[in-house]
């Protein structure tokens, strides 16, 4: 089968298109027939460091597809179904690829709301996403969410499930981003270029933050006391929880993980129409390196997926 693969770690030129043996299915597992793969910032980090396995060989957690083949004891899906879902996260799982294998209860039903386009851009995103505020911040109607990065991949994703959930939704994006953002539901806006968001945000119940660096110790100052930073971008903002104490609020450091539960949550708002990951850019599986590229450049709205099928 067609897949990409590196045999060092650099830049999106490391990426190349390989043939390697098609996988089978182990015990609990299934064999899946990618039709799209997502891109996310997680897969430039391990494309150029090698990220928390020490070696990359094959990117990708994102997949949409149909369920090709089933291994021993699977009693959930079968040959035919169409399926989406986050893979093994973080260990490898190779989904910029023609097949791929996956534990099977990483996987659920592909909304029919969804091309397989769309459904590539939500598990890792979505998931982080709804984990963040959900599981994390345990965000109530009436309460004001401040989202940083608001049209990125995961901000436009947390934007709806905040409104989903009854909030009133806050984000950080520059002025260009501000009518896509609001056909998504938030109810302020803030030009970081132009604006200080700790002075032009009323006090926020929850921030989430994807950019780090300063972005999270002046976020702290934006909650109201009680309230909750849930931080993405780097384990060392775990840190942050000892400057928000005795500031009277929390702060946390997340990362995503596999999650059958909030994937199942996530294609029932997708069904509801209350859930739309927007693409910005759609590439086939073989321009991986030009979708590294434009993800390395974080000036996207939305999701870039690889298209593995067409």
Do not use: C
Not at 285 to 291: E, I, P, V, W, Y
């Amino acid at each position: 089968m067609r897949a990409i693969g590196q045999d060092e770690f650099g830049g999106p030129e490391v990426l190349r298109l390989v043939e390697v043996e098609r996988p089978s299915p182990g015990p609990a597992e299934v064999l899946v027939r990618v039709h799209a793969a997502g891109v996310n910032p997680t897969d430039s980090w391990h494309r150029a460091t090698g990220g928390l396995a020490g070696a990359v060989i094959r990117l990708g957690w994102d997949v949409s597809g149909v369920v090709e083949a089933v291994g021993l004891g699977v009693t959930t899906l079968a040959p035919g179904d169409e399926v989406f879902g986050m893979p093994r996260h973080p260990l490898p799982a190779g989904t910029y690829a023609e097949y791929v294998t996956s534990p099977a209860r990483h996987l659920v039903r592909k909304p029919a709301a969804l091309t397989h386009a769309q459904a590539a851009a939500l598990p890792l995103a979505g998931l982080t996403a709804w984990q963040a505020l959900v599981d994390t911040a345990d965000v109530r109607p009436g309460q004001r969410v401040l989202i940083h990065a608001a049209a990125g991949g995961v901000g436009h994703l947390a934007v709806q499930i905040a409104k989903a959930r009854g909030a009133h939704v806050v984000g950080t994006a520059s002025a260009a981003k501000h009518e896509f953002l609001r056909s998504l539901g938030a109810d302020e806006l803030v030009d970081y270029t132009e604006a200080d968001f700790e002075t032009a945000v009323a006090p926020v119940d929850v921030v989430v933050d994807a950019i780090g660096g300063t972005y999270g110790p002046r976020s702290l100052r934006s909650l109201r006391p009680g309230g909750i930073l849930v931080a993405l971008a780097s384990p060392a903002e775990a840190r942050l929880a000892d400057t928000a104490r005795p500031l009277g609020v929390r702060a946390a450091f997340m990362a995503v993980e596999a999650d059958q539960a909030g994937m199942r949550e996530i294609a029932t708002l997708a069904e509801a129409g209350l859930l739309r990951p927007a693409l910005d850019t759609v590439l086939p599986l073989a321009d991986a390196a030009k979708a590294h590229e434009l993800a390395d450049g974080r000036r996207t709205m939305g999701k870039i997926v690889l298209s593995v099928t067409d």
